[in-house]
């Protein structure tokens, strides 16, 4: 199958939500991360780099690229279930779905 290479992300139709959404991807984020290193102290569990660069605050919120790089670096950190799911979260241009799905 042929790749395709520099596709952008649908703007999501309700921005607000989406921007919820991501804060609650990135808190639930940081919960698991504190909640793993209370059971698994020996492990050096923390948030990528990429995730962090791209984490949505008050000055970036409203940039697409941002919330794209940071959707996908979340992807990046979530052991997914199964490579059919992974691959799927990886194709979709719709922020709101990869974000929903990583949030789960």
């Given at each position: ?20 959404l ?17 059971l ?65």
């Open positions: 199958a042929d790749v395709e290479i520099n596709l952008k992300d649908n703007a999501p139709e309700d921005v607000s939500a989406s921007e919820k991501e804060i609650a991807v990135y808190d639930a984020l940081k919960y698991y991360i504190r909640l793993l290193k209370t698994e102290p020996q492990k050096e569990l923390v948030i990528s780099q990429a995730a962090r660069r791209t984490r949505p605050t008050k000055e970036n919120i409203h940039n697409l690229e941002r919330r794209t790089s940071f959707s996908f670096s979340i992807a990046n950190m979530v052991q997914m279930s199964s490579p059919k799911e992974s691959q799927l979260l990886l194709q979709t241009t719709d922020i709101i779905k990869r974000l929903e799905a990583e949030k789960s």
